[in-house]
């Protein structure tokens, strides 16, 4: 099954070629100078856009005495993760036969007990099952299968999903269950379903003989030990493992290079919604480690991502023996860095190198130098720069949660809290509490890093009562909105800038990215007699607004606010910015809002929240699937298909919440996967699903509520009379206009096209 959202690298929005022939004289310079200094004894490197080589060159030798050339067969180590076994594993979700949110010990039975039996095989992917990195050579003396057994035996390093450990243990695993699920062994699978239909004629797993051995790099200063795999653990399992094994050539390569870019056409293995799910960002450990399956994004082995190539639209991977690959889909620009570093001895870093060559390729190509982290400056790290300089000599309380951070990690509360001529002397948390965790009301408690007292602004008051805000100067705002109107956090701001209006307290509102972007505007606005805590002012359903243009609007529209009002911007932020081009780091701001893909969806399929459906609370993917026990998902998967959404791709899936609606009961329904965000239109293709459900299912959709989140009466009696749902968006362009002309005054950022 594929994820929902991979809208942050699903479609490569391809760059124009430039109208020069790139010089990659730089980088090659770079890499002959490696060869000089003994870094390394050669390669083999490989640019390219999309399915078009840019650029070929070999270097140095590939053994002692013997040239490089450009048909050189290297051993690819661990680039055997994502160029055979996770492209394998998304092989089978494709064909039905797996998915990723299966348990591993359903497929491999020995894996059990001590918490593996909750690890799935997205886990094992990401490498967050908790299994350690590597075991003892002894555990392979017996053979193959005595050295599986033996892993499946060991204790967990850390409990599933908790952790991001690299493991080579999880990657044998994985290549088990290819074996398991598509009943032939591994090498057979990957050439039959991957390599072949890409046309990688030289890539497999050793032993190598005849031509193939002639050309292949030596992986010893002696030149010895070509043509078997390095790795003791997979020449251990016979050559054939998961995590180590393959081999292949520069031009093999490009191929998959192209695949990764979105440019291999009808000769990819994967559709549109696999090579979507395989490429998708998962953000892990608060933002400090990004990867998607079996694909590094940003981590500490990342040092072919360089300065240049953008944090979280681009990814790759690296090999112990030397090789790298590194993809930027947003430009469709690619390179390949082919070494056999093990010939010198001791083998230095290969860390410099790549970066060098990764900035050298990203310039000659015209790669953008941004989104360097931190790119942009929230309104907290402006207030920084500035030394606090407009808050001191004021008593201050503060409106945050977890997602109030400076660029260097601090907690805006700690920041504020040790200022030099600031006051903060209490804190005010918003739904979800402090941390972003809890569900329900939230209480009153403290901080234990400072002592300051927390109220609750979703207990028993929704806004600061007149006694919370006694003795305060200004009230400063700072948490991370999605851009969605019913996200509550907005309506805090109201409500709080009302109060303090009335408590003649300013409002100082530090602002942040709209990770949507600034652009999207769509929906019917609220009803004027259906304003709720979900839905506080008239606001379309996408309002393309950050918090701090949204406070402007509610100080001077519908009645007013009369609260002195300051928003401390941004800087260097842009209307058409997408979350991961701001270099902000993501935190969670709230527990089912778990990485920025899904704030892409959440104006979709939060819609059908008010219905009786489960939009996957309870699952670990929430908003990404939604289904019911009385929906048939086959069904309603090719009615979704037929209805053509754009930017979406739909797949039959069942899930068991262990939460919410449906609670340990069997659901059918949908994952949705985005396929290209920036043609979606989100709150149409939610009222499109819900129509579908209608029809298809009737009485058993219950959508006496189903318009608790859109809030108009008008679309909501149109969408259910309708013959046909396409006519329904149309109703609100109107008042989407209107607003827009009405918002106009209030923004504050500038649109970069």
């Known amino acids: 099954m594929f994820a929902a959202i991979a809208a942050l690298t699903l479609a490569v929005q391809s760059a124009p070629a430039p109208d020069f022939a790139p010089d990659f004289s730089e980088a090659c310079g770079t890499i002959d100078a490696a060869i000089g200094s003994g870094t390394i004894p050669g390669a083999v490197f490989l640019v390219g856009r999309g399915a078009e080589v840019l650029h070929r060159s070999a270097h140095g030798e590939r053994a002692p005495g013997v040239p490089m050339t450009l048909d050189t067969v290297f051993d690819l180590a661990s680039l055997t993760k994502s160029v055979a076994t996770s492209s394998s594993i998304m092989a089978l979700v494709q064909e039905g036969k797996l998915r990723l949110t299966d348990r591993v010990s359903s497929i491999v039975p020995a894996f059990t007990g001590g918490g593996k039996d909750e690890v799935t095989v997205e886990q094992l992917l990401l490498h967050t099952g908790g299994l350690s990195p590597v075991n003892h050579l002894d555990d392979y003396a017996d053979g193959p299968s005595a050295a599986v057994a033996r892993i499946c035996a060991r204790e967990l390093s850390s409990p599933p999903g908790e952790k991001f450990i690299y493991s080579d243990l999880g990657y044998i695993l994985l290549g088990e269950i290819v074996e398991a699920v598509a009943g032939e062994p591994l090498e057979d699978f990957c050439a039959r379903q991957v390599h072949g239909p890409l ?112 944090r979280y639209a681009s990814l790759g991977h690296t090999g112990f023996t030397g090789p790298c690959y590194w993809v930027d889909r947003s430009s469709g620009v690619w390179y390949l860095l082919l070494v056999s570093r093990l010939q010198v001895d001791p083998g230095p870093s290969m860390s410099p190198l790549r970066r060098a060559v990764a900035d050298a390729v990203a310039a000659a190509a015209g790669v953008d130098a941004a989104p360097r982290a931190p790119h942009v400056r929230t309104g907290v790290d402006v207030l920084v720069d500035e030394d606090f300089a407009r808050l001191k000599g004021r008593r201050l309380a503060l409106i945050t949660n977890v997602t109030g951070r400076c660029r260097d990690g601090r907690r805006t509360i700690d920041a504020l809290h040790s200022a030099e001529g600031v006051e903060l002397v209490r804190l005010f948390s918003p739904e979800h509490g402090l941390f972003a965790k809890l569900e329900g009301d939230v209480g009153d408690g403290r901080d234990e890093a400072t002592g300051l007292p927390v109220f609750s602004l979703y207990g028993a008051t929704r806004r600061p009562t007149a006694e919370m805000l006694a003795g305060i100067d200004a009230v400063v705002f700072d948490i991370q909105d999605i851009g969605v109107r019913y996200y509550t956090y907005i309506s805090t701001l109201g409500l709080a800038m009302e109060a303090c209006g009335e408590a003649g307290v300013s409002v100082v509102v530090l602002d942040r990215p709209n990770p949507i972007t600034g652009r999207r505007v769509e929906g019917p606005i609220i009803d004027p007699d259906r304003q709720s805590f979900i839905g506080w002012r008239p606001l379309p359903v996408t309002h393309g607004m950050t918090v701090g243009e949204l406070a402007r609007m509610f100080q001077a529209e519908w009645g007013g606010i009369q609260c002195d009002l300051e928003v401390v911007p941004m800087a260097g932020w842009t209307r058409d910015m997408w979350w991961e081009q701001t270099g902000v780091r993501w935190i969670n701001p709230s527990p089912n809002m778990r990485n920025p893909d899904q704030t892409v969806l959440y104006p979709c399929t939060g819609l059908l929240e008010g219905a009786n459906l489960s939009v996957g609370r309870g699952t670990d993917e929430p908003f990404e699937l939604f289904g019911a026990p009385w929906i048939d998902g086959p069904r309603l998967c090719d009615a979704l298909r037929a209805a053509a959404l754009p930017g979406l791709e739909f797949t039959p899936i069942e899930f068991t919440p262990d939460a919410s609606k449906f609670k340990d009961e069997l659901c059918q329904g949908v994952h949705v996967t985005v396929t290209d965000r920036d043609a979606l239109r989100p709150v149409a293709s939610g009222l499109a699903i819900m129509w579908s459900l209608d029809r298809l299912f009737g009485r058993a959709f219950e959508a006496a509520d189903g318009d608790a989140r859109l809030r108009s009466a008008s679309t909501w009696e149109a969408l259910l009379r309708a013959p046909d749902w396409r006519s329904v968006p149309g109703s609100w362009a109107a008042e989407v206009e209107a607003f827009r002309r009405l918002r106009r005054p209030y923004l504050i950022y500038p649109d970069a096209r």
């Open 199 to 310: 046309g990688m004629v030289e890539t497999s797993y050793g032993p190598l003989d005849g031509d193939r051995l002639d050309r292949c790099a030596a992986t010893s200063p002696d030149g010895t030990g070509r043509g078997v795999v390095h790795d003791p653990r997979a020449r251990a399992l016979g050559g054939v493992a998961g995590h180590a094994g393959v081999f292949s050539t520069a031009a093999d390569l490009s191929r998959f290079c192209g695949m990764l870019a979105g440019a291999a056409g009808e000769g990819s293995p994967l559709e549109p919604g696999a090579l979507a799910e395989l490429v998708r960002p998962r953000i892990l450990e608060d933002g400090a480690v990004a990867r998607a399956l079996g694909i590094d994004v940003a981590s500490a082995y990342d040092s072919p991502r360089g300065s240049r190539f953008p």
